[in-house]
């Protein structure tokens, strides 16, 4: 039984709507891929909670102590200056030194009873890694008012975005020659101030922290060359001072535009996933018009290949013609 001219399903679209939807395709996988790897970032770092009455325990515990920690970090801080700067001796300073201690192990034990109790102690550090550095430095028991959890995200998300920034254009390798020639300069500088008259470079502390200044050129002027070489090399590192910061500057610059292009793009994904769908529906219609005129499969496919040829060999349309066309 022989087919009716033209009844063919029309499986062919043309080149330039395959073209468009495979570049929409690309974007649209490029920017879920994205989404997929922060979301397996945060699903890392935060961990799966467990559940149970023990969990609820820990966190019952969490929630009653959580400002009287934070005071006795506030506490323990107050009472640490006091010692630090008043410069007190004997007996206060016993006692002081005593009630540090005591402040620092309540602080611990508090931290070591939720650790035993807790049923998953390695998904508990992991969630919670940052926790034991509150104890060590009791002060900064106030993260408590944010969140553990939430901390150690918001640190692992800054590191990130700190690699991002010295990744950027090789960011980390400018700045490894800056800190070589800034210890390089200290020592040429140094040699040649050291055994000079009236000199104020003496020691390789003293020119470094001339190199830091010169460099950051925040010039203090509580120290610097008196020979010609060491001025030479004072010239030097203003230079290179004058470079790294112009280079800190557009690096930085840089990745926030990067990341605000991103942002656009994800914004535009949806427009680009509505324009691909309306591409096809008319690529169908059009077909369904071909199949209705009688053309095959084999006349549209020479259609297209003639069209294509003709538009590699005309070229690009210049702006004032395709102005006039329109």
């Known amino acids: 039984m022989s087919a009716v001219p033209g009844s063919e399903k029309i499986a062919h679209k043309p080149s330039s709507i395959e073209r468009i939807q495979r570049l929409e395709r690309l974007e649209w996988e490029r920017l879920e891929g994205k989404r ?26 969490e929630r009653v102590t959580k400002y009287p920690m934070t005071l006795l970090g506030l506490a323990w801080l107050v009472i640490g200056i006091i010692v630090v700067t008043t410069g007190v001796s004997g007996t206060a300073s016993t006692v002081m030194v005593g009630i540090l201690f005591t402040l620092w192990v309540i602080l611990l034990v508090e931290y070591l009873v939720r650790l035993v109790i807790t049923p998953d102690r390695r998904g508990y550090l992991k969630r919670r890694w940052v926790e034991p550095v509150t104890v060590v430095a009791p002060p900064l028991q106030g993260w408590r008012f944010v969140g553990i959890e939430k901390m150690c995200l918001l640190i692992h998300e800054g590191a990130l975005r700190v690699e991002a920034i010295l990744k950027h254009h090789s960011l980390f390798r400018v700045l490894i020659a ?3 020639t800034l210890m390089a300069g200290a020592w040429l500088v140094l040699l040649f101030e050291e055994n000079a008259k009236q000199s104020n470079i003496h020691n390789y502390p003293d020119a470094l922290w001339w190199a830091i200044v010169t460099v950051t050129t925040v010039g203090y002027g509580d120290r610097y060359p008196m020979t010609t070489g060491g001025r030479v090399v004072a010239g030097v590192l203003m230079l290179v001072g004058i470079g790294l910061i112009g280079v800190l500057t557009a690096t930085v610059a840089s990745l926030f535009i990067k990341e605000h292009t991103d942002a656009n793009r994800q914004v535009y994904q949806k427009g680009h ?24 499969p084999a006349d549209i496919a020479a259609v297209d290949a003639a069209a294509d040829a003709e538009a590699v060999a005309d070229g690009p349309i210049e702006p004032d013609k395709e102005a006039s066309i329109s």
Do not use: F, M
């Open 36 to 61: 997929a790897k922060e979301e397996r970032r945060r699903q890392a770092v935060a961990g799966a909670k467990p559940t149970g009455s023990r969990h609820e325990l820990v966190e019952d515990i």
């Open 178 to 180: 800056a800190a070589g």
């Open 273 to 296: 996933a509505d324009l691909g769908q309306r591409l096809s529906v008319i690529s169908d219609r059009l077909a369904d018009v071909e199949r209705r005129l009688g053309a095959t």
